[in-house]
DNA sequence: ATACAGTTTTTTGTATACAGTATTCAAGTA
DNA sequence: TACTTGAATACTGTATACAAAAAACTGTAT
């Protein structure tokens, strides 16, 4: 075995190599952060020509950009093909969650399976974290950090697909459920679920563990529903049909 | 009002105005067949310009194309951006079919929930129609019919989001299904798992339902793996690694 | 004012050209 | 033979042009 074998190798190995983003998926990734910050509001039309122009890309990879918001369902196409931000009605949002509450049961369950005790350590260090920087931690950090807490729990069930699908259904519910968790009557209610969930995962308990999630995001429901009908009575009356904001 | 706004409300309402698909849209669902039925075996490689060239369209409707058929994981793309046909090892497909165990089942007990009874009936026939076809239909045509079956319940389930990932995961998961389905050893232990699914949702009986519902996949998992392992032993050697084939 | 028809403007769908990468292949070297 | 190098080839990413479709606008008649 000749010398520069070993460089290849280590080459290979050691760099996750990860290859430049295209051009689409940059603009995807800046187009989402606007959208789930509420630069572009709910039903914003996104009409190509305009952003493309104000992203200094062409309509190609846009248009690449807008497909990959529409595999998370941030952005919906009308009936004849125009897109805008997706605006999902409280029913649509209840079924995302159902579905959302079966995959990180699924998870759960495989969690308590096969994950390693460093995975659940580092699931339980995450709700501790969570604990003792609610009450210094801004809304949008904590959230992030309760967000985090979830995903460290589907990748603990070393699935990628179910990962992957989980991604998506997150994206479309992340701004309802980040409206739903500034309101301080859910905190602790939060705080006992989560728990129960570490609780349930560390004794690898799989019934319990599923039921825990699922429970976690059937409440989830109900919240939103509130936290949504009190921000719409609010004094900031959103944008809901125009078009972007320059 | 007008008699011409009653001609308008017509048009609008009656026709489900299926608007004309675009040609990627036209060249996804071509492909998607060929891939379904081993035209392009798994791994083929699939360059965009020999591709629309075949199809008689351009590359920018044709990458559209692959996306689509990347959402439904049929086609993948190498670390340098090649599209191939997705190969999935048994591992994936196990995991896969772990997801889609987890999405059946939720929709097995939403079904019990909510769905009418004709909805229930219709389920029922489909099972019906499926004993009685069995000894002579095709490996094909009765393939079709299982998974009209199991499409049918998470139809019933009324939820949009969940029947669109359930239609991705089938979408990747067809193949090895079929292959497996072939099998005459697997089919009298599917036509009794059936009929528990059918029995527990007439029954209105969430965990049954989701229960039988999830088994029969886990079972799943087990055939492919034995009917995986028989036709790669089989007289035909398929392409795993080649070029699209003209 | 409202509804309508025709026209203009905007927007999307598709083809194509070109640049930058990746891959293949052939010749040369140890 | 196995390995490297460099040129030739093939492939993908992006910009752009043009056609077709949809939306906005205008003036007119009711």
Not at 75 to 96: C, F, K
Request: charged fraction near 25%; charge should be neutral.
């Amino acid at each position: 075995m000749s010398d520069t074998t070993n460089i290849k190798a280590l080459l290979d190995s050691d760099t996750t190599l990860a290859r430049r983003p295209s051009l689409g998926e940059e603009a995807a990734e800046k187009l989402r952060e606007m959208i789930l910050l509420e630069k572009f509001p709910p039903g914003t039309a996104l009409p190509e020509t305009e952003l493309s122009k104000a992203l200094g890309i062409s309509r190609t990879p846009l248009r690449e950009a807008m497909r990959l918001l529409e595999i998370d369902g941030l952005v919906e196409h009308s009936d004849t093909r125009r897109a805008r931000v997706a605006a999902p009605s409280l029913e649509e949002l209840a079924q995302n969650l159902m579905v959302l509450g079966a995959l990180e049961g699924l998870a759960g369950e495989q969690v308590c399976l096969n994950a390693t005790q460093a995975q659940l350590d580092l699931i339980a260090n995450l709700n501790k974290r969570m604990i003792e920087e609610a009450p210094s931690a801004d809304p949008l950090s904590a959230f992030r950090l309760d967000m985090e807490f979830h995903r460290a729990i589907v990748l603990a069930a070393a699935n990628p697909s179910l990962l992957e699908t989980h991604r998506q259904y997150n994206a479309r519910l992340w701004r309802a459920r980040f409206i739903s968790s500034k309101r301080r009557a859910h905190q602790e209610t939060k705080r006992v679920m989560h728990q129960s969930i570490v609780d349930a995962l560390l004794a690898r308990d799989q019934n319990a563990a599923s039921n825990a999630l699922r429970r976690h995001l059937d409440n989830a429901v109900r919240n939103i529903d509130v936290a949504m009908k009190e921000q719409s009575q609010g004094p900031i009356d959103n944008n809901f049909t125009g078009r972007a904001v320059k």
